[in-house]
């Protein structure tokens, strides 16, 4: 397994470009299937979560080419079936959106259930719920998920518990069911909308994206399109964070700043400055940090996936700080791995109090998932020495050339390959 190493104590100073947003070209390319057609999209990550998912539309008969620019381009015309690889579609839980596509293109599909970071129980019955509501009959046999359709009807669909993945997952079904879909208490996050965007360029009819109600109109069939992924604003906000904790003077490109509104605010509640522009925003950071307390909402709140980095950065905060873990149960296991470095932080059921302490001292310590690395890639930056962290494939999974970026920005950091 790679280990990234960390030299602690330098400054971040620059500027970065930020990446397209993981989270909606994970969609976006199981999406590109219901066209039946060639489609390129632009402004992709070049990440292993990206490739894990083109690995799977591969092996079903898609035509795939992912240039160094970050340009894909998805030919299905001659996909026929849809039964995707268990090995492979058990290591992303993205996986599932196989399902949704797959249902309403083919009536017809096998997904393994979905793997990804260990977080606490995200159970898949919205998305169940959902198909059903269509016509769909859904059975789950060893581990592999089957859907079938005669034929998809249009539906009013309450989501009892705001899910993203289920919001874009019934969206994709329901772009080929006969009649109206009405989604009611939808997710509206930003890439629910760039989802939404993506089917409406390809030809389907799908409003109030970004609302609790999305109604969707069925339509007899899309056609190919371009289509550009928004950019990622979880990925922004490691670095404004990252810039903010190292007493930095960073510039982060290609941003929607209205994404981002959440951590800019609670930024500035921490006494860091925040300059917004057009398209990038400023974070101008003298290390003097204030505590604050964080808890994680769907959006437009605090997003789940930067707590992680937050408390990273909190925990050489001055006072105390409280973060509130409102959508994952299992969220704080990095936690430990924090205390390795110094912290001092107690953790209680899904609420964590951190108080601050003078600083971190570097040491050997293990990605428990995606966002944790980044927390301990931000905790290696302020840190005294050396960090080594471990299982660095977690991290692969949502940051484009995490090492690169930050070296650009004055750190010390780099690979070892095992």
């Known amino acids: 397994m790679d280990k990234l190493i960390i030299e602690g104590g330098y400054k971040l100073n620059g500027i970065v470009n930020i990446s397209g947003f993981k989270n909606a070209a994970l969609p976006i390319i199981p999406a590109a299937l219901l066209a039946g057609d060639r489609c390129v999209i632009e402004n992709l990550p070049r990440i292993k979560d990206i490739y894990n998912i083109s690995e799977i539309m591969s092996s079903i008969g898609a035509r795939i080419e992912f240039d160094e620019s970050g340009t894909m381009v998805i030919d299905t015309s001659n996909m026929k079936k849809f039964v995707a690889p268990y090995d492979l579609s058990r290591k992303i839980r993205a996986s599932y959106y196989l399902l949704g596509a797959g249902l309403s293109r083919f009536g017809e599909v096998e997904v393994a259930y979905p793997g990804g970071c260990d ?17 769909a009959t859904v059975e789950i046999e060893h581990g592999v998920i089957k859907c079938k359709a005669e034929k998809l009807i249009g539906a009013k669909i309450y989501l009892d518990v705001v899910s993203v993945g289920a919001t874009i997952n019934i969206m994709l079904a329901a772009v080929g069911a006969e009649g109206t879909t009405t989604i009611e208490n939808a997710a509206k996050e930003p890439h629910i909308v760039d989802v939404a965007n993506f089917l409406n ?25 371009t289509y550009s992924v928004i950019p990622d604003q979880i990925e922004a906000g490691t670095y404004m964070v990252a810039a903010a904790a190292t007493g930095g003077d960073v510039t982060v490109n290609n941003v929607i700043p209205k994404h981002l509104e959440s951590i800019i605010a609670k930024l500035r509640e921490t006494s860091v400055e925040v300059i917004e522009y057009d398209e990038s925003v400023r974070i101008i950071s003298d290390g003097k940090i204030r505590g604050v307390d964080v808890k994680t909402l769907p959006y437009p709140g605090f997003p789940t996936d930067l707590q992680q980095p937050m408390a990273a950065m909190l925990s050489v905060a001055e006072g105390i700080s409280i973060i509130t873990e ?11 791995e924090l205390k390795r470095m110094g912290a001092n932080i107690k953790v ?4 964590a109090i951190i108080e601050g302490v003078d600083c971190l001292s570097g040491a050997k310590v293990k990605a428990t998932d995606l966002r944790a690395g980044a927390a301990l890639i931000v905790a290696g930056l302020i840190g005294n020495g050396k960090t080594e962290v471990d299982d660095a494939f977690h991290i692969d999974r949502g940051y484009e050339n995490i090492e690169q970026k930050l070296l650009s920005l004055g750190a010390k950091i780099y690979r070892i390959r095992e």
């Open 119 to 135: 977080i606490g129980t995200r159970p898949i019955d919205q998305h169940i719920k959902g198909f059903e509501a269509l016509g």
């Open 201 to 225: 360029t390809m030809g389907a009819d799908i409003r109030g994206a970004g609302t609790d109600v999305i109604k969707i109109r069925g339509v007899d069939k899309l056609h190919g399109c």
């Open 326 to 336: 409102n959508v994952y149960e299992a969220r704080f296991k990095y936690i430990d």
């Open 348 to 351: 209680d059921g899904r609420v």
